[in-house]
T-cell receptor
Framework: KNQVEQSPQSLIILEGKNCTLQ??????????LRWYKQDTGRGPVSLTI?????NTKSNGRYTATLDADTKQSSLHITASQLSDSASYIC????????????FGRGTSLIVHP | EAGVAQSPRYKIIEKRQSVAFWCNPI?????LYWYQQILGQGPKLLIQ????????DSQLPKDRFSAERLKGVDSTLKIQPAKLEDSAVYLC?????????????FGNGTRLTVT
């Protein structure tokens, strides 16, 4: 069964600090992995997409990594801002067949001033 | 480009009542999804359309939920009758194609409270 597990479930950090969110998956065969940011009361918005051959991808202060061998991904946020407070959801897609992405439960990040 | 539009934003109903949600996807997006997101959890797929055909509805509680996408554009999701456990945010998403490289574009959702 395809599964996506995220940790931690929630995280509180001070503004300006860095943090790393984790995602482990069992989706097979692997096609790609996306990190979405979901602000309170809004729909998720795609931050990055990682394919099998990519190890690192950056989007501003967000850097995603992928280890396809261990089936792990991380999202690193540098110099956090108050606007980073949101839920971060890891979504993994399988190759072939009908495209049904598997969602993680998300990590709730709170950035305090 | 205009995003995915959903209405209403909020809805409060009593159990056993009926409710309907509406979604207008991004123009040209063939694939449309309805997700249910319970507080503190990730979105759970209810149904996926490719144009006006159903691709997957295996997790749709068909005894009370129904969805349609007439003409392959707008879509409606209906719950009849509602139960307390249906309280959640209902998200609509669309993508350009069915391929896994197409990102999902989400609307802001409809928050349903069943009392």
């Amino acid at each position: 069964k395809n599964q996506v597990e995220q940790s931690p479930q929630s995280l509180i950090i001070l503004e300006g600090k860095n943090c790393t969110l984790q995602c482990n998956y069992t989706v097979s065969p692997f096609s790609n992995l996306r990190w979405y940011k979901q602000d309170t009361g809004r729909g998720p918005v795609s931050l990055t997409i990682m394919t099998f051959s990519e190890n690192t991808k950056s989007n501003g202060r967000y850097t995603a990594t992928l280890d396809a061998d261990t089936k792990q991904s991380s999202l690193h946020i540098t110099a956090s801002q108050l606007s980073d407070s949101a839920s971060y959801i890891c979504v993994v897609s399988a190759a072939g067949g009908s495209y049904i992405p598997t969602f993680g439960r998300g990590t709730s990040l709170i950035v305090h001033p | 480009e205009a995003g995915v539009a959903q209405s209403p934003r909020y809805k409060i109903i009593e159990k056993r009542q009926s409710v309907a949600f509406w979604c207008n996807p991004i123009s040209g997006h063939a694939t449309l999804y309805w997700y249910q997101q319970i507080l503190g959890q990730g979105p759970k797929l209810l149904i996926q359309f490719q144009n006006n055909g159903v691709v997957d509805d295996s997790q749709l509680p068909k005894d009370r939920f129904s969805a349609e996408r007439l003409k392959g554009v707008d879509s409606t999701l209906k719950i009849q009758p509602a139960k307390l456990e249906d309280s959640a945010v209902y998200l609509c998403a669309s993508s350009l194609g069915q391929g896994s490289n197409s990102p999902l574009h989400f609307g802001n959702g409809t928050r349903l409270t069943v009392t």
